[in-house]
């Protein structure tokens, strides 16, 4: 199913620049890492552990022991703020995410 924008009702195909985004949802420093992870593959399948370098690339210790629950924690907290923008996340839990359009339907 193609996916309609919002506002002015043509079909979404393209993927969408990563700092409109950014400002559109007021997101915070590691949201932004997420969120520039998802949007450079846009529509891809990104798995957990790439996600998990995103967000902690500079953390000497690798981050956090639970850092796949908190890219589920960051997902669930972004999805409601980027719908209005005609965008979201899936995901299996633990094993990636993706960033689409939502479809017509949703």
């Keep these: 199913m193609m996916a309609i924008c919002p506002c002015c009702g043509r079909a979404l195909t393209d993927r969408p620049a990563v700092q409109p985004i950014v400002d559109a949802v ?61 965008l979201t996340i899936e995901g299996i839990q633990h094993s990636g995410r993706r960033m689409t359009w939502r479809s017509a339907a949703a």
């Design 26 to 86: 007021h997101a915070g420093p590691a949201e932004r890492r997420l969120l520039d992870a998802l949007v450079k593959r846009f529509g891809r399948w990104v798995p957990t552990p790439v996600l998990i370098d995103a967000l902690y690339h500079d953390d000497a210790d690798g981050g956090l022991l639970n850092a796949a629950s908190m890219v589920s924690v960051l997902v669930h907290q972004m999805r409601p703020r980027l719908a209005p923008h005609g």
